[in-house]
């Protein structure tokens, strides 16, 4: 499993790239702040990865400091997923490197 860092993200979303940016936090933490064009799947609903998401997409994984999405990529890859990131530090790291007006919590 690899990672990438904010920065390199928000590179490849300039640059027009279309990766799925699969936020894996709970409803309440999504609510609160989001990467624009995220989808918000709970970790806790692994049927719902399985079942919602293209097996041969681009996924970004997301979440508060990148240890849950960790887990949802190793999971993912586990299920035949073979393009999956992880985002490096979570929402965390975007909104204190790329979106400094974003909610932090």
């Known amino acids: 499993m690899q990672t990438i860092p904010a920065e390199e993200l928000k590179k490849k979303?300039?640059?027009?790239?279309?990766?799925?940016?699969?936020?894996v936090r709970e409803p309440w933490e999504f609510s609160i702040c989001k990467i624009e064009g995220s989808i918000n799947i709970s970790?806790?609903?692994p049927e719902k990865l399985i079942n919602e998401l293209n097996i041969?997409?681009?996924?970004?994984?997301?979440?508060h400091h990148g240890m849950r999405s960790f887990q949802v990529c190793n999971f993912l890859e586990e299920n035949g997923f073979s393009?999956?990131?992880?985002?490096?530090?979570?929402?965390?790291?975007?909104?204190?490197?790329?979106?400094?007006?974003?909610?932090?919590?």
């Open 56 to 63: 041969n997409d681009e996924i970004i994984t997301i979440c």
């Open 83 to 105: 393009q999956v990131l992880n985002l490096d530090g979570g929402i965390d790291s975007w909104a204190k490197k790329i979106d400094k007006d974003m909610a932090q919590y």
């Open 13 to 23: 979303l300039d640059m027009g790239g279309k990766p799925v940016l699969l936020d």
């Open 43 to 45: 970790m806790s609903e």
